[in-house]
């Protein structure tokens, strides 16, 4: 169902950009209800779907009771092999790339914190700063 609701936001944002996209069209392109996608990943504007209740939930349920780091390790790892993919689809495009552990330490960790302990410090604006901070080579 993930992949499928994936799915259903990548065309339309294509077509019509992210701004644009609306629960009732994902879901009908998912082939799954509105309030699965709702429940899920709450409001389609954020920025991450881990911004969502249930994603903030998920994200604690996986380091709960986890106390040889296992499950952390194992997000960890994810994490970075996703910035790897960007970073070498940004690199074959010519762009400047910075390394996995500066993106870890100025985007990913910042909004993880967020999403953690100030779920209502975090939106689009705020994500898009610390991407273009980076870029820009600072702090």
Do not use: K
């Amino acid at each position: 169902m993930r992949a499928s609701v994936h799915d259903a936001v990548r065309e339309p944002a294509s077509e019509v950009g992210r701004d644009a996209l609306t629960v009732p069209v994902v879901a009908q392109r998912a082939g799954v209800t509105p309030s699965t996608v709702h429940r899920r990943w709450g409001d389609l504007q954020e920025p991450d779907e881990m911004a969502s209740p249930s994603g903030r939930a998920y994200i604690r349920d996986a380091l709960l009771g986890d106390p040889d780091g296992g499950n952390a390790g194992r997000c960890s790892a994810y994490a970075a092999e996703q910035i790897d993919v960007i970073l070498g689809r940004a690199a074959a495009r010519g762009e400047r790339t910075l390394g996995t552990e500066t993106v870890v330490d100025h985007v990913v960790a910042p909004l993880r914190y967020r999403i953690l302990f100030r779920p209502d410090g975090l939106d689009a604006a705020r994500a898009r700063s610390l991407v273009a901070l980076v870029l820009a080579g600072t702090e």
